[in-house]
Nanobody, 114 residues
Framework: QVQLVESGGGLVHIGGSLRLSCAVS????????MAWHRQAPGRQRELVAT???????DYADSVNGRFTISKDNAQNTLYLQMNSLKLDDTAIYYC????????WGQGTQVTVSS
């Protein structure tokens, strides 16, 4: 079993920054993939960014160049640095851990206001 706990969401103005964290615990193993997803009201959950256990990253076009996904192996923590935030970035952000199956966190709300 794997447990995920997100934190770091909040209210920020357009153009501001936030850093989300996802603490991972349990049977992590050495080979896995992690990701951030988000879901805005009335919309489907969408993939934001991914990172492999080897550190290879990928981003959705909508956030490429503004968001950075990273992980701290020693702390078993996944991060999402979000810069130049836009109104469209408002959503609940979820972290996902994939090893044999998907595990999800409870989500953290990010609200971008004008």
């Amino acid at each position: 079993q794997v447990q995920l706990v997100e934190s770091g969401g909040g209210l920020v103005h357009i153009g501001g920054s936030l850093r989300l964290s996802c603490a991972v615990s349990g049977d992590i193993g050495s080979f896995f993939a992690m990701a951030w997803h988000r879901q805005a009201p009335g919309r489907q959950r969408e993939l934001v960014a991914t990172i492999t256990s080897g550190g290879i990253t990928d981003y959705a076009d909508s956030v490429n160049g503004r968001f950075t996904i990273s992980k701290d192996n020693a702390q078993n923590t996944l991060y999402l640095q979000m810069n130049s935030l836009k109104l469209d970035d408002t959503a609940i952000y979820y972290c996902r851990f994939r090893r044999y199956r998907d595990y999800w966190g409870q989500g953290t709300q990010v609200t971008v206001s004008s």
